[in-house]
Nanobody, 127 residues
Framework: QLQFVESGGGLVQPGGSLRLSCAAS????????VGWFRQAPGKEREGVSC????????NYADSVKGRFTISRDNAKNTVYLQMNSLKPEDTAVYYC????????????????????WGKGTLVTVSS
């Protein structure tokens, strides 16, 4: 079964940057589209970004467009989320996830479509 471990979270000042990593095990990641999600205290989990299995397609939530960049290295079985110009409202636990099946060249940020989840990494943006 596909498993994920997220890392790279921490405390950062507004305007700062962090790079999150999502390391997969149990199955070659190259077959899966992957999404990043986040959940702030008292809020529902929301989609942030996703990337298709071979990386040709990426999508972003409006709230992070122009600030976050998703990428993947299938040789390393890892997906990344580069987060720049961080704001206090980006504070959340960040998760990576994947659906069991995805259409080649496409990806989704719909929480209900995901079958495999990591345990998350906490990002706190505060001065």
């Amino acid at each position: 079964q596909l498993q994920f471990v997220e890392s790279g979270g921490g405390l950062v000042q507004p305007g700062g940057s962090l790079r999150l990593s999502c390391a997969a095990s149990g199955y070659p990641l190259e077959y899966y589209a992957v999404g990043w999600f986040r959940q702030a205290p008292g809020k529902e989990r929301e989609g942030v970004s996703c990337i298709s299995s071979s990386g040709e397609t990426t999508n972003y939530a409006d709230s992070v467009k122009g600030r976050f960049t998703i990428s993947r290295d299938n040789a390393k079985n890892t997906v990344y989320l580069q987060m720049n110009s961080l704001k206090p409202e980006d504070t959340a636990v960040y998760y990576c996830a994947a659906p069991q099946l995805s259409i080649r060249g496409m990806c989704a940020m719909t929480r209900e479509d995901m079958d495999f989840w990591g345990k998350g990494t906490l990002v706190t943006v505060s001065s």
